[in-house]
């Protein structure tokens, strides 16, 4: 098992920045993607961000130019940089992990962090 818990997120105001960041703890072996979603009141979750081997990164167009995905080099601490805030990026953001054990791929979630974006 894989544990994933976010932090950082909060209220911000628009045109502001956050830094939020997954701590990943357990069977961290086998990682081979990590990532960022969010969901919305009323709406599907989506693909905010994510990170591959090899540090391939892949961003929704939405946050292009504005978010940064990042992770240590232990590999066990994501992070997004949230530059440049707008409203519709009010939602939870929830950290995502996905481990490749002999073919099979095991997906992991943490609880979510709530980010606000308002004046």
């Known amino acids: 098992q894989v544990q994933l818990v976010e932090s950082g997120g909060g209220l911000v105001q628009p045109g502001g920045s956050l830094r939020l960041s997954c701590a990943a703890s357990g069977s961290i072996a086998n990682i081979y993607r990590m990532g960022w979603f969010r969901q919305a009141p009323g709406k599907q979750r989506e693909l905010v961000a994510n990170?591959?081997?090899?540090?391939?990164?892949d961003y929704a167009d939405s946050v292009k130019g504005r978010f940064t995905i990042s992770r240590d080099n232990a590999k066990t601490t994501m992070y997004l940089q949230m530059n440049s805030l707008k409203p519709e990026d009010t939602a939870i953001y929830y950290c995502?992990?996905?481990?490749?054990?002999?073919?099979?791929?095991?997906?992991?979630w943490g609880r979510g962090t709530q980010v606000t974006v308002s004046s």
């Open positions: 995502n992990c996905q481990r490749l054990i002999r073919a099979t791929i095991f997906q992991y």
């Open positions: 990170i591959s081997s090899g540090e391939i990164t």
